[in-house]
């Protein structure tokens, strides 16, 4: 007989980075049509004013009108006061 002991470790793994995964959805904010004159400076610079930032990404063709970003906060209110 097989104990299942591993399939249910690989369950709560999978619920762990679900939760984590969550956590990190609740506090990051998308941002989209940024400027092309806009730089990813003065982008960091504005979403600093609410909170302490973990993660910055501008996404998309910098020389087009396609251009969003991925500001994730370290905390969920500081997301909630940027929006």
């Given at each position: 007989r097989r104990n299942n002991y591993s399939n249910t470790r690989r369950l709560?793994?999978?619920?762990?980075?679900?939760?984590?995964?969550?956590?990190?959805i609740k506090r990051t904010?998308?941002?989209s049509d940024i400027d092309h004159?806009?730089?990813?400076?003065?982008?960091?610079?504005?979403f600093n004013g609410?909170?302490?930032?973990?993660?910055?990404r501008v996404c998309g063709d910098p020389h087009s009108r396609l251009r969003f970003?991925?500001?994730?906060f370290g905390d969920e209110n500081s997301a909630r006061a940027a929006l």
């Open positions: 709560s793994n999978g619920r762990s980075f679900r939760a984590q995964r969550e956590d990190i904010v998308y941002v004159n806009v730089t990813k400076e003065q982008l960091a610079a504005l609410y909170g302490h930032v973990l993660d910055f970003a991925f500001v994730e």
